[in-house]
T-cell receptor, first 113, second 115 residues
Framework: EPEVTQTPSHQVTQMGQEVILRCVPI?????FYWYRQILGQKVEFLVS????????KSEIFDDQFSVERPDGSNFTLKIRSTKLEDSAMYFC???????????FGPGTRLLVL | AQSVTQLGSHVSVSEGALVLLRCNYS??????LFWYVQYPNQGLQLLLK??????LVKGINGFEAEFKKSETSFHLTKPSAHMSDAAEYFC?????????????FGQGTRLTINP
C-alpha cells in the first residue's frame, strides 16, 4: 500500500541554523500538508500546498518557514533560522483531490539546541 | 473557526472492557470528522471518518464512532479493549472537501490498557 515517507526521522540542529525536512507524498495525491506536534501538545496545522502554491497557512507559518515542491516527488519544509521553540515532531500529509482523507507520514523529530 | 475538545487526556481501561473516548466539536458548517491513532514513535493512522450519510461509522480494529449533530459529538467506542489498543487517539474536524481542507485536531487522549 502506498505511504507517505519522511526524511530524516530525527534531526538535531543548533539554534539559528537552517533545516530542511523532506517528504515524499503518495504519488497520485495533489494536496500536501505540514503539521507539527510540540511534545505534549496537540497536532497543529502549518500549511497546505496545491498546484505549486500555498493554499492556506496558519499563524505559526511565518517568514521563517517556506515550502517547496522541487521536483515531481518531493515536498519540503524549510526553516530558515531555527528557534528553540521549533523543536517538535513535524508531520507531512497528502490527499487526493475531492477526497477527505489525509495520509500522514511517520514524522521528523526536530530538536533545536 | 472550528475546534475540537477531547474530554480526558488519559483514559485507562481493563483488557476486555468497553473503550469510550469522547470528542466534541465546534463547526459553523457541516463537519467532516475523523479519528486518528498514533502508536509510539509512529505517525498518524486513520481509524475512521464521518463525511455524510450513516451517522454510525465503523473503522479498523473494531472501533466505531457515532456522529450526533444535536450533541456536536463524535465519540469513539470499542466493545472490548485489547492490549494492542494502547496508543494516543486524536479526534479531528475539517470542512471543505473541495479545497485544502486543513484538519483541526483535539489535544489527544492517551489510552492505557490494564491486563
Amino acid at each position: 500500500e502506498p505511504e507517505v515517507t519522511q526524511t530524516p526521522s530525527h534531526q538535531v540542529t543548533q539554534m539559528g541554523q537552517e533545516v530542511i525536512l523532506r517528504c515524499v507524498p503518495i504519488s497520485n495525491h495533489l494536496y500536501f500538508y505540514w503539521y507539527r506536534q510540540i511534545l505534549g501538545q496537540k497536532v497543529e496545522f502549518l500549511v497546505s500546498f496545491y498546484n505549486n502554491e500555498i493554499s492556506e497557512k496558519s499563524e505559526i507559518f511565518d517568514d521563517q518557514f517556506s515550502v517547496e515542491r522541487p521536483d515531481g516527488s518531493n515536498f519540503t519544509l524549510k526553516i530558515r533560522s531555527t528557534k528553540l521553540e521549533d523543536s517538535a515532531m513535524y508531520f507531512c500529509a497528502s490527499k487526493q483531490v475531492l477526497k477527505e482523507t489525509q495520509y500522514f507520514g511517520p514524522g521528523t523529530r526536530l530538536l533545536v539546541l | 473557526a472550528q475546534s475540537v475538545t477531547q474530554l480526558g487526556s488519559h483514559v485507562s481501561v481493563s483488557e476486555g472492557a468497553l473503550v469510550l473516548l469522547r470528542c466534541n466539536y465546534s463547526s459553523s458548517v457541516p463537519p467532516y470528522l475523523f479519528w486518528y491513532v498514533q502508536y509510539p514513535n509512529q505517525g498518524l493512522q486513520l481509524l475512521l471518518k464521518y463525511t455524510t450519510g450513516a451517522t454510525l461509522v465503523k473503522g479498523i480494529n473494531g472501533f466505531e464512532a457515532e456522529f450526533k449533530k444535536s450533541e456536536t459529538s463524535f465519540h469513539l467506542t470499542k466493545p472490548s479493549a485489547h492490549m494492542s489498543d494502547a496508543a494516543e487517539y486524536f479526534c479531528a474536524v475539517s470542512d471543505l472537501v473541495q479545497g485544502a481542507q486543513k484538519l483541526v485536531f483535539g489535544q489527544g487522549t492517551r489510552l492505557t490498557i490494564n491486563p
